[in-house]
């Protein structure tokens, strides 16, 4: 039974740090999405920056077992997108309106992503929730 308590606990600290490495993830999705149309604060310059998490692996040695955590959030150095805006006051002497680099439909399916990878954490949490109680039962018996 000692084993399998050990087993218990290293499941739900695996699951834990998954849960709040995508819960990081989604923050940082969110955020991108929010700024998806925001524009530079003077004519001509740089406007929102896309954001890439990533994520990092340790061992947990309370758990003896490697971990997930939510890594260096990392700017994205792809292109902004350029609008032909003249009336903008963020537009450039050209005429010219920086966009930020987030595509939505991208942010979308990694938002997607995220949820599932979220849920099935804690489909692991909750199915080893479950077993120590029936573990706990049969004991009783």
């Known amino acids: 039974m000692a084993d399998d308590a050990g087993d218990f606990a290293r499941s739900m600290g695996i699951a834990t740090s998954g849960l709040r490495a995508q819960a990081g993830r989604m923050r940082v999705i969110s955020e991108n999405i929010a700024n998806a149309d925001s524009t530079a604060q003077k004519p001509g310059g740089d406007p929102y ?49 920086k966009y930020p680099n987030v595509n939505s439909m991208i942010e979308m399916t990694d938002m997607r992503s995220a949820q599932r990878s979220y849920e099935a954490n804690l489909n692991v949490i909750s199915a080893t929730r479950r077993m120590i109680q029936r573990t706990l039962d049969i004991l009783k018996a």
């Open 49 to 97: 920056r896309r954001k890439v998490p990533t994520f990092t692996s340790a061992l947990d040695r309370s758990l003896d077992a490697r971990t997930v955590a939510l890594g260096r959030v990392k700017p994205d150095t792809s292109a902004f997108r350029l609008k032909y805006e003249p009336t903008n006051p963020a537009a450039d002497a050209a005429g010219n309106v």
